[in-house]
């Protein structure tokens, strides 16, 4: 039995504290509090009542959370699709149920666009029931509900990654994992890998072990529970990745860190400002002049302040009165602290890729479309990723039950993309309105234009619209090209009534 079960592979190392900062600023306030330090500094000699305190009328606004929302949903506007080939036919109810709990596709896309983004990687895992190797007609199948399903696996519970090429594709031969346990469940870790046997034949094995309350005398902590072999040849897992990746190492570049540093910034200032407000609030009073009285402990004694109290000031040596004062912070202090943390929110949502509402009357129309269609860029191509990561995982479905899946059989996904070239501000509209009046896109084209932008309902048809004009508008005014375009549908259809007539 293996040791170190538990230990992470350097390079998935690495990528820890950034999964557990994203997972406390997803949580959100509580979990990030809760983490003390590591998110709010102690100040130098800062008492733990004190640091308590402060941690308590902390301040945190979750702009990252919100970005993240709104970068993952941006491809599921319209529902994730198999589209093409007769395969459809095949896969077309495990589609509405992919993970056995169920969730169709789209669902399951989603949560996986969401984690790809925030944790630069998520893995789709494509099992089957264990059996007991009984041979079993597919009624007999069906009936014990034996087929394929997909699992999630978090990037930060994967443990090790081991892989090598065999020609032009990258084979995954090792895969251990941490499964997700909950209250007093037992820490279980499972493994798959590629061994082989004695004449050299390949074998895809997996194993579960679960974690001992107590350590042996030989230093094992864990023991196994159950193994088997896999009948589909390989480890059926599918990596989605968004971030940059190291090499050949499993190890990426978070597409949004930088985002969530300045969220973690974001937090400290907002508890500094939120501090240096309850200072103000309650002042400190100070006097000069004034030897305090002490109690049995030599401790200063509190003064009591308020209403109906008066305070006098010890005289000084030169004769004059003592006097008291309240200190506490310039409000000019205030005033930076708060332009800054508004700065920091700003700069926040340019990172997110989020539009800048708050912005757009600095900003020329031209300026706005860059920004806006590099962060459409990014999603784009994070959801073409999707969509690879999507047809792999359902052609591996499909391979459990026939290994040999014909080229042409193979899976294509659709992943929605028509956010992209839509502008935030509303411009594309007044230029799509324009280019209608003067005749340079047909009312057909115009009509889908502003169905891909969710104006029209999903529901709209042209054919029907057609139908609805020709029977409000009176022919005398209808325009010369409208009317072609109308009238064009109905010859086409009564030829074809009349082709499927004869």
């Given at each position: 039995m293996p040791k170190g079960l538990l230990d992470r592979s350097p390079d998935i190392e690495t990528m820890v504290p950034y999964w557990d900062m994203v997972t406390d600023i997803i949580t959100g306030e509580e979990a990030i509090k809760k983490a003390g330090e590591k998110y709010l500094p102690k100040f130098p000699g800062e008492s733990k009542d004190d640091y308590a305190f402060r941690v308590e009328?902390?301040?945190?606004?979750?702009?990252?959370?919100?970005?993240?929302?709104?970068?993952?949903?941006k491809p599921f506007q319209d529902e994730v699709t198999v589209v093409g080939n007769a395969i459809n036919d095949k896969i077309k109810g495990f589609?509405?149920?992919?993970?056995?709990?169920?969730?169709?596709?789209?669902?399951?896309?989603a949560l996986t666009f969401f984690n790809g983004i925030g944790y630069a990687i998520d893995w789709i895992f494509v099992d089957y029931p264990t059996t007991d190797n009984?041979?079993?007609?597919?009624?007999?199948?069906?009936?014990?509900?034996?087929?394929?399903?997909?699992?999630?696996?978090?990037?930060?519970?994967?443990?090790?990654?081991?892989?090598?090429?065999?020609?032009?594709?990258?084979?995954?031969?090792?895969?251990?994992?941490?499964?997700?346990?909950?209250?007093?469940?037992?820490?279980?870790?499972r493994v798959y890998a590629e061994e082989y046997d004695e004449l050299g034949r390949k074998h895809i094995m997996w194993h579960l072990y679960q974690k001992l309350e107590k350590t042996l005398?030989?230093?094992?902590?864990?023991?196994?529970?159950?193994?088997?072999?896999m009948s589909i040849g390989f480890i059926p897992v599918v990596p989605f990745i968004t971030g940059r990746r190291d090499g050949n190492r499993f190890s990426f570049f978070p597409v949004m860190k930088d985002a969530a540093d300045l969220q973690i910034s974001l937090y400290r200032d907002e508890s500094a400002l939120q501090y240096i407000k309850v200072l103000a609030c309650y002042p400190m009073l100070a006097t000069d002049g004034l030897k305090p009285k002490t109690d049995a402990n030599g401790k200063p004694e509190r003064i009591a302040?308020?209403?109906?109290?008066?305070?006098?000031?010890?005289?000084?040596?030169?004769?004059?009165?003592?006097?008291?004062?309240?200190?506490?912070?310039?409000?000019n202090s205030l005033e930076f602290l708060k332009k800054d943390i508004d700065k920091t929110k700003q700069d926040l949502r340019e990172l997110g890729r989020q539009p800048l509402t708050a912005l757009s009357?600095?900003?020329?129309?031209?300026?706005?479309?860059?920004?806006?269609?590099?962060?459409?860029?990014?999603?784009?191509?994070?959801?073409?990723?999707?969509?690879?990561?999507?047809?792999n995982a359902l052609l591996i479905t499909l391979q459990w039950?026939?290994?040999?899946?014909?080229?042409?059989?193979?899976?294509?996904?659709?992943?929605?993309?028509?956010?992209?070239?839509?502008?935030?501000?509303?411009?594309?509209?007044?230029?799509?309105?324009?280019?209608?009046?003067?005749?340079?896109?047909?009312?057909?084209?115009?009509?889908?234009?502003?169905?891909?932008?969710?104006?029209l309902s999903a529901e709209f048809t042209a054919e029907r619209e057609k139908k609805?004009?020709?029977?409000?508008?009176?022919?005398?005014?209808?325009?010369?090209?409208?009317?072609a375009n109308l009238n064009q549908d109905n010859l086409t259809k009564e030829k074809e009534n009349g082709m499927e007539t004869r």
């Open positions: 009328n902390g301040k945190f606004t979750n702009i990252f959370r919100d970005t993240l929302e709104g970068l993952a949903t589609v509405e149920d992919v993970d056995g709990c169920g969730n169709n596709l789209s669902t399951f896309a009984t041979v079993m007609n597919r009624e007999e199948a069906r009936e014990g509900n034996l087929k394929p399903y997909w699992r999630h696996i978090l990037g930060k519970n994967v443990l090790e990654v081991r892989s090598y090429m065999k020609g032009s594709k990258e084979i995954i031969s090792y895969f251990r994992y941490q499964e997700p346990s909950y209250g007093e469940e037992p820490i279980r870790v005398d030989n230093g094992e902590d864990f023991i196994e529970i159950a193994n088997g072999e302040v308020g209403p109906g109290r008066v305070l006098y000031g010890a005289p000084l040596g030169n004769g004059a009165g003592g006097t008291w004062k309240y200190v506490e912070p310039q409000a009357s600095q900003l020329t129309t031209v300026t706005t479309s860059i920004a806006a269609g590099k962060a459409k860029s990014a999603v784009t191509t994070w959801a073409l990723g999707l969509k690879d990561a999507l047809e039950e026939n290994p040999e899946i014909p080229v042409d059989e193979q899976p294509e996904v659709n992943v929605y993309t028509g956010f992209d070239n839509v502008l935030e501000d509303g411009s594309d509209l007044e230029q799509l309105g324009k280019a209608r009046e003067r005749r340079d896109i047909s009312l057909e084209t115009y009509w889908e234009e502003l169905k891909r932008r969710k104006i609805r004009l020709l029977e409000d508008i009176p022919v005398e005014e209808l325009d010369s090209e409208d009317e």
